[in-house]
């Protein structure tokens, strides 16, 4: 009988595993594309707690309805059930398993959070900015030693404005070259903001008189949307901006282009609204922060 029971459960056990693996598998798919090296990390990461959380998911509710359809009570049977003493070895082994997998999950997420190099509170309340950021694709103990594109990023209530002080370029979109580390400076002019790129599975908060640099490396040829992740006020919906990923030669060719193109205001949807606001015949009845000056940019979409 012990025998039976052993082979019936590493059946079941091998059934959820593998359904559990399929589920992890198909969770990449769940996600925007992989468009810079980082998201292949947090993806990794996803797809790992996606099949553990399956195989939990499937094995407790699995258990709980063997219990509901075969192991009920007869009809008119309101008896108590055996009294069953404590089990130690039971009562180690399901204490010890959940300790291990928080161990385990807590060192993979730390080693992800290290190769990303993203800088939390406790780095700048202590104004350390590491001198070189791991690569994602790259042995984390290696150091990067190629050459990194150098652009600054402004927020601002409410637009994002990027500086290429190499080429005397500014832009309201973001150009990067593909397979390329690319290092930002971001900065802001006035409050809280948040660096968010969905594809890129990259965010950093911006915080107000502190310059954070910050690395990745695109990957993926394409257009992709950067957005602000806190909320800086009554028009932060609008700040948005367009990450344009491109071929080496188009990076050049555009910031070329972008060098010899004139200064002018850029269009900006929260001026505009909070115009279309000021002289409403009907007052909307809240306060707001009027929005910075559009900037003046060379390039503007």
């Known amino acids: 009988m012990k ?8 059946a079941i056990a091998l059934v959820l595993t593998a359904v559990s ?21 947090i993806d990794d990461l996803f797809s790992f707690l996606v099949t553990l959380g399956t195989f939990i998911f499937l094995g407790v509710t699995g258990t709980l309805m063997y219990s509901v359809l075969f192991q009920r009570a007869a009809k008119y049977d309101y008896s108590d059930g055996p009294h069953i003493e404590g089990n130690v070895t039971l009562e180690v082994v399901w204490t010890a398993i959940p300790i291990f997998l928080v161990f385990w999950i807590a060192a993979y997420s730390y080693n992800i959070y290290q190769q990303m190099g993203i800088q939390g509170p406790m780095e700048l309340v202590h104004l350390h900015t590491p001198l070189e950021m791991e690569s994602a694709i790259a042995d984390p103990l290696k150091p990067v030693t190629e050459p990194v594109e150098e652009i600054e990023v402004i927020a601002k209530q409410w637009s994002w404005v990027f500086r ?11 150009h990067l070259p593909a397979n390329k580390r690319v290092r930002v400076a971001l ?24 310059s954070i640099n910050f690395e990745f490396t695109p990957i993926r040829v394409g257009k992709y949307s950067l957005t602000d992740s806190q909320y800086s006020g009554t028009y932060f919906a609008t700040m948005q901006a367009d990450v344009v990923v491109e071929s080496a030669k188009d990076y050049q060719s555009w910031l070329a282009t972008a060098a010899n193109t004139e200064l002018s205001p850029a269009a900006n949807q929260a001026t ?3 115009m279309e606001k000021s002289t409403a015949p009907v ?6 922060v009027k929005p910075a000056a559009p900037p003046v940019v060379n390039y503007h979409s």
């Open 21 to 41: 693996i399929w589920v992890g598998r198909l969770s990449y798919s769940w996600l925007p594309p992989q468009a810079a090296a980082e998201s292949i990390l």
């Open 283 to 288: 007052e909307a009845g809240w306060p707001t």
């Open 272 to 274: 505009t609204e909070y």
């Open 164 to 174: 290429y002080p190499e080429n005397g370029v500014t832009s309201t979109e973001l």
């Open 187 to 210: 900065n802001s002019e006035d409050v809280l903001h948040g660096f968010y790129i969905p594809a890129f599975r990259l965010k950093q908060d911006i915080i107000p008189n502190h």
């Open 3 to 10: 025998i039976r029971t052993i082979l019936t459960l590493g």
